[in-house]
């Protein structure tokens, strides 16, 4: 098949599955860009030969220029090249899958030239999802999520009718390395086993989204925009095997579901494939093999960060984008280790009762709630540390 990919964020989990899976399918790929790993981007680049890498942190653009000048591929830094980068000419499909709200302006630049947008970037519709979904309708831009969950509910929808007959969706969860655990027991976890996730190869800051049921209530809100569902029609069920990575439900009480291994290569090659279905180097299920499924309820009181993203959903305006970015301030404590696990809910509910809702009809409006959000959550996650 011809596609020409760019790849944002290509030295992240999402990032290098998706050049894998681009190498298996032959697709060419036009730009990649990355944080600071220096050593991978140059690696991937003389693998795939794009025309454009772009480095979020400038301080290693000359270094990556220097290593890469026998090439002819060019180097920018900063945001702007990573919005250079998603708006390049003689591209088909822009793979969003940067972690964090540093992914919205790009995802808007690839929009408004008109791309296929392959979703890995939940923050985007967290954040702006009316922007994007009103930028998207204007602009003729298709958005296929990537999210292995998103991917399922989007999958189970397709040619079955109308929107009134969806009763609801299903977005299922691991219920992550602390399912069934205990507030007391919380209160001791550790860096280390809150990235040691049961069935995911993830980057840590997503691992412990997952750890502390963050990432759930992320997709939710992700779901509302992408689905244009209300939250009330979205339930979360735990299923711990994460074979059945999301259903619909429809008005006559039927539910479809999609299932898989849990390998993110599948929805990666279907946002690119769409609507075609390649084969794929992914294990298949073996349905003969005692294959088995539980599902049960969250745990909304022990998991309190599932609840907080819940009743953000609830609101409109820039709640669930000051909800983000207290989220990734508190996340980026407890990976230094400079906060405990619980002290990530905590700063968040604090930053949240400190910050009203706004309208969030702007890009402007959107990333000065993002930036009040982070400065709150800095100042809270120090008082808090200064009390332990």
Known sequence: MRQRIVVL???GSIGKQTLDVAASLGLTVRAITGNR????LEQQARQFLPALV???DEAAVVQLANRLKDTGIRVLGGPDGLVEAASMPEVDTVVTAVVGMVGLRPTLAAIEAGRRIAL???ETLVCAGELVMKAAKRHGAEIIPVDSE?????QSLLGQGKQSEVKRLLLTASGGPFFGATRETLQTVTKAQALQHPNWSMGAKITVDSATMMNKGLELIEAMHLFQVPPEKISIVVHRESIVHSMVEYADGSVIAQLGVPDMRLPIQYALTYPARLPSPV???NFADGLSMTFTKPDFDTFGCLRLACEAAGQEGTACAVLNA?????VACFLNEACSFLDVEKIVQKTMEEIPSQPADTLEAILKADDLARKTACRIAAEESCRT
């Open 54 to 56: 772009a480095v979020a």
């Open 120 to 122: 890995a970037n939940k």
């Open 283 to 285: 294990q298949q299920l």
């Open 9 to 11: 964020g290509s030295t």
């Open 326 to 330: 207290a989220n990734e301030v508190a």
């Open 37 to 40: 790993n220096v050593d991978l």
């Open 150 to 154: 998103h991917s399922a509910i989007f």
